[in-house]
């Protein structure tokens, strides 16, 4: 994954939501554990891998016109996406549904 500053979260929410599929099926065995960890985890972290794609691939060397012309209407793209980045700080780990 591109570094963006990811990793750290993502850390946190994995020992989270291990934590919770510990605590909600202490009968299971570990890899019916992992199973469903697995399964809850994995649409946020496809979603995010390819979110830092796409930001790693709009890093790169645009030419001169380019970046001017990217950095005089950055404004209007904080405005557009503000939204998502605004939802994508407000996911609770803890109220993901685990899926067996």
Do not use: C, S
């Not at 992992?34 to 796409?54: D, G, L, Q, S, W």
């Not at 939802?87 to 899926?99: D, G, I, T």
Request: glycine share 4%; hydrophobic share 40%.
């Amino acid at each position: 994954m591109p570094p963006q500053g990811e990793a750290a979260g993502l850390a946190l929410e994995d020992a989270v939501l291990l934590a919770r599929v510990f605590e909600e099926y202490p009968n299971k065995t570990i890899p019916e554990v992992f199973t469903v960890y697995e399964r809850t985890r994995r649409p946020r972290i496809n979603a995010v891998y390819k979110a830092a794609n796409r930001r790693w691939e709009n890093v790169k060397d645009k030419g001169l016109a380019k970046q001017k012309l990217f950095e005089w209407m950055f404004w209007a793209f904080l405005w557009v996406k503000g939204e998502g980045h605004q939802q994508n700080m407000a996911y609770e780990v803890q109220k993901e549904k685990l899926r067996e």
